[in-house]
């Protein structure tokens, strides 16, 4: 298994709702990461979690709340996001954080409105 | 900061070969990636090279890497149309801890 679950596919939510992007891998993989992707730009790194601790915030505002509970799976918390947070949310895990390969997720699509 | 360039276009007829290029500015760059992105999909690892390398092969896939100039090559023999995707060279430090990505190439197969 070299895969990295991420769910909901798509997203649209409110300026004021609250949802949560899931993300989950079984390969024994003890570093689990963020990235955000603009259309037509690369993706952007936002949060490093390292052995289940938060290791890289990348001065992400605190509407994005990370949180790790175990070491298959990663959230991304949502609260009060902005139209321009519109994006594609990639999840990845590697072995280490210093490990040369990550495994990506297929993404979440979320559409702020 | 690191900065990480690609020429956002490339197109290719089936058969030839696609040379994708990339040129960074970190000279403290210890690991190069190359990334595919298809439509709607996530980001698939092709290859890597560490520095202290000049070429790397797989497969259909060659990997060139002039550290002087800070340049790095993807060349795919045989071009088909499932290689059709954006592809992405990315530099780290630290292996995966902080990578940077380029801008990206959209590679466009002519049959």
């Known amino acids: 298994d070299t895969e990295v679950t991420q769910t909901p596919k798509h997203l649209v939510m409110g300026m004021t709702n609250k949802k949560s992007l899931k993300c989950e891998q079984h390969?024994?993989?003890?570093?689990m990461y963020w990235y955000k992707q603009k259309a037509k730009k690369p993706p952007e790194l936002m949060f490093v979690?390292?052995?289940?601790?938060?290791?890289i915030n990348e001065s992400v505002p605190s509407r994005f709340s990370p949180e790790c509970p175990n070491s298959s799976l990663l959230n991304l918390h949502l609260h009060a996001l902005q139209p321009e947070d519109s994006a594609l949310y990639l999840c990845?895990?590697?072995?280490?954080?210093?490990?040369?390969?990550?495994?990506f997720g297929q993404g979440t699509r979320l559409t702020v409105v | 900061g690191e900065d990480v360039e690609q020429s956002l276009f490339l197109s290719v007829r089936e058969g030839d070969s696609s040379v994708i290029n990339c040129t960074y500015t970190?000279?403290?760059?210890?690991?190069l990636y190359w990334y595919k992105q298809e439509p709607g999909a996530g980001l698939q690892l092709l290859t890597y090279?560490?520095?202290?390398?000049d070429m790397k092969q797989d497969q259909r896939l060659t990997v060139l890497l002039n550290k002087k100039d800070k340049h790095l090559s993807l060349r795919i023999a045989d071009t088909q149309t499932g290689d059709s995707a954006i592809y992405f060279c990315?530099?780290?430090?630290?292996?995966?801890?902080?990578?940077?990505f380029g801008t990206g190439t959209r590679l466009t197969i002519i049959p």
């Open positions: 990845a895990s590697s072995r280490g954080n210093r490990d040369t390969e990550a495994f």
């Open positions: 390969m024994g993989h003890r570093a």
């Open positions: 979690y390292s052995y289940e601790k938060l290791s």
């Open positions: 970190d000279s403290s760059s210890t690991y």
């Open positions: 090279i560490f520095s202290n390398m």
């Open positions: 990315a530099e780290s430090n630290f292996g995966n801890e902080k990578l940077t």
